[in-house]
Each structure stands twice: as structure tokens, then as C-alpha cells.
């Protein structure tokens, strides 16, 4: 077993998501690389107690210069807010580590550049979280577009909802600020997650017209106050691409304000001969659509059919903790030269592709017309 140590740039939701994805590989049976948790860092002391828990992760550290200059740290996964990305991302390239980034990868499209440049020059090996596409109904759904079983493709729709906003109560954090997380607000939020399973099939978006919407512009500060809230909280994309050479709707949904929804990230490819719908509200559900003399939708219970072999039982249903330690499997498999065909994480180029589509679908919004992507 080969073991490769980690740093955490970020200890809030998604460090701590990490850190306890680490802390039970021992569920993982089919992948010769164990990740160590050595080092933590994040500006908020408190953030740094909850690590306490973890007796790997020896250093925690209010500065992450600190963490980059341990030489017990080989890869560094960076979660803080979105204006914070640029500059930590290419620090952690300059320390001469390997990064697990976090979306929407720089706080807009030229950042989003800016790094991928960074990422050329120091030849490290960088990808992007993005775990939805690891779900196993997921995994099927791409598996069955890529097999040419849609016959003509119709129409795709991809997207990830949630309505924690609808509660006008709850306190404003950095995601609702422009400045801490970009003009594109939930389309840097929550876009990565739709974009990725099209772009890695190859369906990018040539142009598109977007309705975006904003939530509530007030919202208590947590601290007896109240803050302004200016970004996007949803957002309609309805876009062209071109799938052997048909022109082919593609609509991406990002919403902050879906009544109902927790974290449900969904997908359905519609073809002349076929058809696919998986939604992470249903995490052990596939649809498939047959068309013969009579048609079908079939409705199968995949149940915890993960690319990396576990423990858990075949008949289980899988969860958001699961598909993050399938990102991170996939991330140090392939890191490894062990991925053997199986399905990778976001790459920097997919991320920069996702920042196209979010800095038209603004233009869009703001011109109130159809936009051309940046090829
Ligand atoms: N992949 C996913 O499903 C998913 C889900 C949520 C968030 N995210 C992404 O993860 C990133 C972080 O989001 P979050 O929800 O964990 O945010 P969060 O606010 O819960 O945590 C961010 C942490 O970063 C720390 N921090 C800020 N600046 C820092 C600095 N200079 N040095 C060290 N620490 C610093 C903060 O103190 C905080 O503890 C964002 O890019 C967000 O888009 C991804």
C-alpha cells in the first residue's frame, strides 16, 4: 500500500467533508493508494479544533504558507471562498504540490485562465472537484451516451437544485456576495456540477440565452445585523450543441431557490432510440427508456454500484459521502497511473470550459439575447 500525504487548505464544510471521507478508506477495497490527512490550515482557529479528532493531521496552522512548506504534505486540497482561489491554487503549484482544486476554479473566467496557465507551467497534476458524476446512476447514464445508445440525441438536460435559500432567516454567508463569490453567483456555485458529465462527453455548448434570477437582497449577518445579498441564485441555461452533427438543446439548471430540493443533481438524455434519467433524489434509481413495438421506461435499483470496489453491501443505496471518496479514489488513482479507463475527476480544461458557459450565460442575462460561448 502506497500512502500519499495530504494538506487541507480550508477546513470548513467541504475540508472537514474530506478529512472524514479520508478517515474511512479503510471501506475502499480495490485501490493500492491510502490518502494521510498531515496538515490543515485555516485563518479561523476554531476550524482548526474539529481537526483535533484526526491523529494524522499534525499540523494545523492559521497560515497556509506554513502547510506549503511541510515537506510532509504531497497534494493539497484548497476549499475556501472563490475571490481566495487564484492566489492560494498558484501558491500551491509554486510549493511544487499537487492540487485538488475546488469549483468553479477562480472566481470568473479569467481567473479560471490564469490558473490553467499556472497549471501548464509547473506540470503538476491538478483536477477539480466536482463528485456528482460518481454516483453509480451517474456513472450508467454516461456510460449508455457514450455507447451510442440514445440513437439520435434530442435533447439533454443537466443540473443541480437546492432551496436552502427559500428561508429568508437564514444568515447570509460569503456565497451570497459577489465580491467572495463571483458576478456568476449560483452559476459559480452550483455550474461545475452540470457542465461536467456534457463537457466530458464532449457536448459543449456553442450558444445559449440564460434567465437568471436573484433571491432575497437583504438577510440577517448572524450577528444581530443585516447584509446585502446581491448574486444569482438561479439560473436557467438554455444552450446549442452540436452531437454528430445535430444541433441538440442543451439546458443546464443551477438553482438556489428550488422548492423542495436539498442537494438534487439530475440528468436525462433523450434520443430517437433511447433514453437515460438519473437524479440523485432517487441515489439508487436508473431510468432507462426502450422503444419497441410499445415504449418503455424501465426502472432499475442499482443499489451501491461504485467504480471503486468497498465493503458495503452490492444491495445499499449510496450518499454524498460515498461519491466524495469516489472523487478522491479517482483523483489518487489517476494521480498513480492507476485509473485504468474509469472515470476521472473534472480537468482544469473542463473547468475553464464551465467558466465560458457561466461568462456567456451573464452576457446573455445582461443583453437579453442569444450568446455565442467562447470556443
Ligand atoms: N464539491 C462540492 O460539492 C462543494 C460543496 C460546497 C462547497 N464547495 C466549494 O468548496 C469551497 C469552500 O466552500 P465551503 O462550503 O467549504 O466554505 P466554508 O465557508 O464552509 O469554508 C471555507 C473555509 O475557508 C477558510 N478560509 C478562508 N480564507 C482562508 C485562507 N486564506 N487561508 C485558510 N483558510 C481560509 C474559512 O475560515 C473557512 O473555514 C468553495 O470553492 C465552494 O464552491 C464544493
Known amino acids: 500500500m502506497k500512502y500519499t500525504r495530504i494538506g487541507i487548505?480550508?477546513?470548513?464544510l467541504m475540508g472537514r467533508e474530506i478529512a472524514s471521507a479520508f478517515a474511512r478508506w479503510c471501506a475502499l477495497t480495490d485501490i493500492s493508494v491510502t490518502p494521510v490527512l498531515t496538515a490543515v490550515a485555516d485563518l479561523n482557529p476554531q476550524a482548526l479544533e474539529w481537526f483535533e479528532k484526526i491523529p494524522s493531521c499534525h499540523l494545523r496552522t492559521t497560515d497556509y504558507h506554513t502547510l506549503l512548506a511541510s515537506?510532509?504534505?504531497d497534494v493539497v486540497y484548497v476549499a475556501v471562498p472563490h475571490d481566495q482561489h487564484e492566489k492560494i491554487y498558484t501558491d500551491v503549484l509554486s510549493a511544487g504540490k499537487d492540487l485538488l482544486a475546488e469549483k468553479p476554479f477562480g472566481i470568473d473566467l479569467a481567473s479560471a485562465k490564469r490558473i490553467l496557465k499556472a497549471v501548464h507551467e509547473s506540470g503538476r497534476f491538478v483536477r477539480c472537484s466536482s463528485e456528482m458524476p460518481f454516483f453509480p446512476g451517474a456513472l450508467r447514464a454516461f456510460e449508455y451516451a457514450k455507447s451510442g445508445a440514445l440513437?439520435?440525441?434530442l435533447e439533454v438536460v443537466s443540473g443541480f437544485h437546492h432551496s436552502s435559500d427559500l428561508d429568508p432567516t437564514k444568515p447570509a454567508n460569503w456565497k451570497r456576495l459577489s465580491a467572495k463569490c463571483g458576478e456568476g453567483g449560483a452559476l459559480n456555485d452550483l455550474g461545475m456540477h452540470a457542465c461536467h458529465v456534457p463537457l466530458r462527453l464532449g457536448w459543449t455548448p456553442q450558444r445559449l440565452f440564460a434567465q437568471l434570477q436573484k433571491g432575497?437582497?437583504?438577510r440577517p449577518d448572524g450577528k444581530g445585523g443585516s447584509a446585502s445579498c446581491d448574486t444569482w441564485d438561479n439560473a436557467l441555461i438554455h444552450a446549442w450543441t452540436n452531437i454528430a452533427g445535430h444541433e441538440v438543446p442543451l439546458r443546464l439548471e443551477m438553482k438556489r431557490l428550488a422548492p423542495g430540493a436539498t442537494n438534487t443533481?439530475?440528468?436525462e438524455m433523450l434520443g430517437t432510440d433511447g433514453g437515460i434519467r438519473f437524479s440523485t433524489a432517487e441515489p439508487k434509481t436508473l431510468w432507462v427508456f426502450e422503444r419497441a413495438k410499445e415504449q418503455w421506461w424501465k426502472r432499475?435499483?442499482?443499489g451501491f454500484g461504485t467504480q471503486f470496489k468497498t465493503?458495503?453491501?452490492g444491495i445499499f443505496e449510496p450518499g454524498f459521502a460515498d461519491v466524495i471518496q469516489q472523487m478522491w479514489a479517482a483523483y489518487l488513482a489517476e494521480r498513480?497511473?492507476?485509473l485504468d479507463g474509469r472515470f476521472g475527476c473534472a480537468t482544469p480544461e473542463e473547468a475553464v470550459a464551465s467558466h465560458k458557459i457561466f461568462a456567456a450565460a451573464l452576457k446573455s442575462q445582461r443583453e437579453s439575447a442569444v450568446t455565442t460561448v467562447e470556443p
Open 336 to 338: 498513480d497511473g492507476q
Open 71 to 73: 515537506p510532509e504534505v
Open 216 to 218: 432575497y437582497a437583504q
Open 311 to 313: 465493503v458495503t453491501g
Open 9 to 12: 487548505i480550508g477546513g470548513g
Open 265 to 267: 443533481w439530475f440528468l
Open 151 to 153: 440513437g439520435r440525441i
Open 300 to 302: 432499475t435499483e442499482l
